[in-house]
């Protein structure tokens, strides 16, 4: 019903940059908010950035400053703007949207496939 389909890894080099797309699509009735998780070899999945509908964002620490999360509401499409990227950012980038589908009461989670970026150093 609903998909993510990420877009714009790939491999850089340390302090370069990278701009992430994420775009949803299907039977959507709302979108709460959407986000940017990561995951690296042997860790958990954290939070990298978020952003609500009303345009409230959030970052994790090790990347305020450097990423930046911007949506375009029209075409369900969410953005993280990566700058002075650092090997530490190594990792699969996942969207996750907070949504409604057509016809639901509830809310729910929904995740993309995953884009991998590399920093070299």
């Known amino acids: 019903q609903v998909q993510l389909v990420e877009s714009g890894g790939g491999v850089v080099r340390s302090g370069g940059s990278l701009r992430l797309s994420c775009a949803a699509s299907?039977?959507?009735?709302?979108?709460?908010?959407m986000g940017w998780y990561r995951q690296a070899p042997g860790k958990e999945r954290e939070l990298v950035a978020g952003i609500t509908s009303g345009g409230r964002t959030n970052y994790a620490d090790s990347v305020k400053g450097r990423f930046t999360i911007s949506r375009d509401s029209a075409k369900n499409t969410v953005f993280l703007q990566m700058n002075s990227l650092k090997p530490e950012d190594t990792a699969v980038y996942y969207c996750?949207?907070?949504?409604?589908?057509?016809?639901?009461?509830?809310?729910?989670?929904?995740w993309g496939k995953g884009t991998l970026v590399t920093v070299s150093f």
């Open positions: 299907g039977s959507i009735f709302n979108i709460n908010a």
């Open positions: 996750h949207a907070d949504l409604y589908v057509m016809g639901s009461y509830s809310a729910m989670d929904y």
